[in-house]
């Protein structure tokens, strides 16, 4: 599934327009990923959470090589779906 597709499925739902649609989708996903930009989790009930977790530097191996390298510590978002999720999709 697409952002075009969401904004579609908002389209037909709410009738609103296509632009308004998808107007909607891309502000919602800009506050989503401002939230997570500045640290904050963010909790969807029955959907689940994202959160934001740091990485500390680590030593990988270059498979092809099996040189060892230096990986750079990072911050990664996760999601860890809601219970009433994970039955929704499991039913």
Known sequence: ??????????CEKVGVSK????DMVE?????????????????IAGFGNFVVRSKRERKGRNPR???EI???PRRVVTFRPSQL???YVNS
Request: glycine content about 8%.
């Open 19 to 22: 632009t308004e649609a998808m």
């Open 65 to 67: 090589t099996g040189e």
């Open 1 to 10: 599934m697409r952002k075009a597709d969401i904004a579609n499925t908002i």
């Open 27 to 43: 502000y919602i996903l800009d506050i989503l990923k401002a939230g997570l930009q500045r640290g904050e989790a963010i909790k």
């Open 85 to 87: 999720f994970k039955k």
């Open 70 to 72: 230096a990986i750079t």
